[in-house]
């Protein structure tokens, strides 16, 4: 089977999510949020998900996990997701994730999971003192995308691996049970913030649980902080190059100029022929006022959603119950290929 045939046979569906694992940062407005708003329309399904199910593989205080759920939706709403034409929902509101889940744990192979760097990255030297959902992880994250039958996942860089391990899961399971059930998923990795750096140290990533607040600008962060955070950001002596090869052993440099670009919708190269020359002094202060004229709206309109949690959780609700309407005929179709007695 082509992966042409393979897709062709179904409805061009997109599926993405946040963990609520803390404050939102730019790395997940610039690499999987704004481009979440960007796919909503004509050409897809667009399904957008809070994914608190993953956010409990490392320990989460309960009220702030409350929190930081309402959190990402109110993100998705003020960046832009319109629950009409998407529908946005929380992950544990739709019990055929972990369901899938575990038929998924039952196909991956270990040696697969092994090989996730994300795993070893997060687990660093007490692999044996994390938890067996951590794991996992990526099992449930390929339940989460294949219960929709998802053609497009758009993340950032640092799940590609885990999409691919998806399209692993999907041929496997395909191939076993002699079907065509599951799409081999795509994923969409596209733009100058596919992974945005540690304002601190440019070769780590953006996190929203990296140890200091200094090392990320927050969604919520307000005009002084963003201003100080950029202007504290570590960088190098030298002005900015005139081409982006004079970037390419200098990694926070280029990383600003990413984000820059990300936030003006203009590639790097445009940015750097704009910015040629040019110091930190004149380039730290103009990406911080781009960043506050893009962030403030979206911030103050978060902040206002925030007012009323109750409304969220209606959305959300409502979100869970479209959502549910797809995912349980095809859970039900799973079970029966497996051979489950229903
Ligand atoms: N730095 C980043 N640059 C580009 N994209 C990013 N994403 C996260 N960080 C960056 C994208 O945001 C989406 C949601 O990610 P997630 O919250 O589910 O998990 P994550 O990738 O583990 O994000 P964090 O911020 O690093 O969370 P913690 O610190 O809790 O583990 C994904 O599409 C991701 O690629």
């Given at each position: 089977?082509?992966?042409?045939?393979?897709?062709?046979?179904?409805?061009?569906?997109?599926?993405?999510?946040?963990?609520?694992?803390?404050?939102?940062?730019?790395?997940?407005?610039?690499?999987?949020?704004?481009?979440?708003?960007?796919?909503?329309?004509?050409?897809?399904?667009?399904?957008?998900?809070?994914?608190?199910?993953?956010?409990?593989?490392?320990?989460?205080?309960?009220?702030?996990?409350?929190?930081?759920?309402?959190?990402?939706?109110?993100?998705?709403?003020?960046?832009?997701?319109?629950?009409?034409?998407?529908?946005?929902?929380?992950?544990?509101?739709?019990?055929?994730?972990?369901?899938?889940?575990?038929?998924?744990?039952?196909?991956?192979?270990?040696?697969w999971m092994n090989?996730?760097?994300?795993?070893?990255?997060?687990?660093?030297?007490?692999?044996?003192?994390?938890?067996?959902?951590?794991?996992?992880?990526?099992?449930?994250?390929?339940?989460?995308?294949?219960?929709?039958?998802?053609?497009?996942?758009?993340?950032?860089?640092?799940?590609?691996?885990?999409?691919?391990?998806?399209?692993?899961?999907?041929?496997?399971f395909n191939h076993?049970?002699?079907?065509?059930?599951?799409?081999?998923?795509?994923?969409?990795?596209?733009?100058?913030?596919?992974?945005?750096?540690?304002?601190?140290?440019?070769?780590?990533?953006?996190?929203?649980?990296?140890?200091?607040?200094?090392?990320?600008?927050?969604?919520?962060?307000?005009?002084d902080t963003i201003?100080?955070?950029?202007?504290?950001?570590?960088?190098?002596?030298?002005?900015?190059?005139?081409?982006?090869?004079?970037?390419?052993?200098?990694?926070?440099?280029?990383?600003?100029?990413?984000?820059?670009?990300?936030?003006?919708?203009?590639?790097?190269?445009?940015?750097?022929?704009?910015?040629?020359?040019?110091?930190?002094?004149?380039?730290?202060?103009?990406?911080?006022?781009?960043?506050?004229?893009?962030?403030?709206?979206?911030?103050?309109?978060?902040?206002?959603?925030?007012?009323?949690?109750?409304?969220?959780?209606?959305?959300?609700?409502?979100?869970?119950?479209?959502?549910?309407?797809?995912?349980?005929?095809?859970?039900?179709?799973?079970?029966?290929?497996?051979?489950?007695?229903?």
């Open positions: 089977m082509t992966e042409a045939a393979s897709q062709s046979q179904f409805t061009p569906r997109v599926f993405s999510g946040i963990k609520p694992s803390g404050g939102l940062t730019l790395g997940n407005y610039l690499g999987a949020i704004k481009r979440f708003v960007e796919m909503q329309g004509p050409d897809f399904e667009t399904l957008y998900c809070v994914v608190d199910l993953h956010a409990i593989t490392v320990w989460q205080d309960p009220a702030e996990l409350r929190t930081a759920t309402r959190e990402v939706a109110a993100s998705y709403l003020a960046s832009g997701i319109d629950p009409e034409k998407s529908i946005l929902f929380n992950q544990s509101q739709v019990s055929q994730h972990a369901e899938l889940g575990w038929i998924f744990n039952c196909v991956a192979r270990v040696g090989r996730m760097t994300q795993f070893k990255e997060k687990a660093g030297k007490n692999a044996e003192k994390q938890s067996l959902g951590l794991y996992a992880y990526p099992s449930l994250m390929a339940a989460d995308i294949l219960l929709y039958h998802a053609t497009h996942v758009p993340v950032g860089e640092d799940q590609k691996q885990h999409v691919e391990l998806t399209r692993d899961i999907a041929a496997k076993d049970y002699k079907t065509e059930f599951f799409p081999l998923t795509t994923p969409v990795i596209e733009g100058p913030a596919m992974r945005v750096m540690n304002l601190r140290d440019g070769t780590k990533k953006m996190s929203k649980s990296g140890e200091s607040d200094m090392e990320r600008i927050n969604m919520l962060d307000d005009a201003a100080k955070k950029f202007r504290k950001a570590r960088t190098d002596p030298e002005a900015l190059p005139d081409t982006l090869d004079g970037l390419k052993e200098r990694p926070e440099a280029r990383n600003l100029v990413d984000i820059y670009a990300a936030l003006s919708d203009q590639s790097p190269e445009a940015v750097i022929t704009e910015y040629a020359g040019a110091g930190w002094g004149q380039f730290k202060p103009a990406l911080a006022d781009l960043a506050v004229e893009k962030l403030a709206p979206i911030s103050s309109e978060m902040q206002r959603l925030l007012d009323d949690p109750a409304e969220i959780d209606r959305i959300l609700a409502r979100g869970s119950e479209r959502a549910r309407a797809i995912a349980a005929p095809i859970l039900e179709r799973t079970y029966e290929i497996v051979g489950l007695v229903r």
